[in-house]
């Protein structure tokens, strides 16, 4: 009996913490469909991979959505169905393995990081340097677009660790809920 309520009450949070997963979600999305690449490769190759590890999450999201609702036994709509077959600690293990890679892609995109912020200052500074009006109007367009791709970086950085650790920690109490009760 005791195990039912730890299970419930697990259930419950994860419930909750799929609907902020949801937000961030959105949020990433959002952030994604204004992204812009600037013309400069390093400072692009930073906003890249974190748009990369953005459309992961918003993936991985989704899929934790779906896996969860498959193993509590309702449809996308809250409505219990019976016929669902719920997903085996195997396929969750498998998940997690997906969910880890969305961490790796993170750490990839956050290590690019200076690179990109050093090179967006530095062109801002040359745009500023400039004589010529015509080469510094184009020049400084340019930096003020890097200036936009690095701060993309760091608010969807933001958004992307709290929600792969929150992928993260559900999978692992899903996880863990399954071995303890030995629902295999």
Same mark, same amino acid.
């Not at 498959?70 to 393995?97: M, Y």
């Given at each position: 009996?005791? %195990?039912?309520? #730890?299970?419930?009450?697990?259930?419950?949070?994860?419930?909750?913490?799929?609907q902020?997963? !949801?937000? !961030?979600?959105?949020? %990433?999305?959002?952030?994604?469909?204004?992204?812009r690449?600037?013309?400069?490769?390093?400072?692009?190759a930073?906003?890249?991979?974190?748009?990369?590890?953005? $459309?992961?999450?918003?993936?991985?999201?989704?899929? %934790?959505?779906?896996?969860?609702? !498959?193993?509590? @036994? &309702?449809?996308?709509d809250?409505?219990?169905? #019976?016929? +669902?077959t719920?997903?085996?600690?195997?396929?969750?293990?498998?998940?997690?393995?997906?969910?880890?890679?969305?961490?790796?892609?993170?750490?990839?995109?956050?290590?690019?990081?200076?690179? *990109?912020?050093?090179? *967006?200052k530095?062109?801002? &500074?040359?745009?500023?340097?400039?004589?010529n009006?015509? /080469?510094?109007?184009?020049?400084? /367009?340019?930096?003020?677009? *890097?200036?936009? #791709? $690095?701060?993309? @970086? @760091?608010?969807?950085?933001?958004?992307?660790?709290? &929600?792969s650790a929150?992928?993260?920690?559900? $999978?692992?109490? +899903? +996880? &863990?809920?399954?071995?303890? @009760?030995?629902?295999?």
């Amino acid at each position: 009996m005791s %195990l039912f309520i #730890v299970a419930c009450a697990a259930n419950a949070q994860i419930g909750s913490d799929i609907q902020k997963s !949801r937000e !961030r979600a959105a949020e %990433l999305q959002a952030l994604c469909n204004d992204y812009r690449p600037s013309g400069s490769p390093s400072v692009d190759a930073y906003g890249n991979a974190v748009k990369n590890a953005a $459309v992961m999450a918003i993936a991985n999201s989704a899929q %934790l959505e779906n896996m969860y609702q !498959r193993q509590i @036994g &309702e449809t996308e709509d809250g409505v219990t169905d #019976v016929t +669902i077959t719920k997903p085996t600690l195997d396929e969750w293990i498998a998940f997690s393995a997906t969910v880890a890679a969305e961490a790796a892609s993170i750490k990839t995109a956050t290590d690019m990081l200076q690179i *990109a912020a050093d090179e *967006a200052k530095s062109m801002t &500074e040359g745009a500023a340097k400039e004589k010529n009006p015509m /080469k510094a109007a184009k020049a400084a /367009k340019t930096a003020k677009m *890097a200036t936009a #791709v $690095v701060t993309f @970086g @760091g608010n969807a950085t933001k958004i992307l660790l709290e &929600e792969s650790a929150a992928q993260a920690k559900a $999978v692992g109490t +899903i +996880i &863990e809920t399954l071995k303890s @009760g030995k629902n295999l």
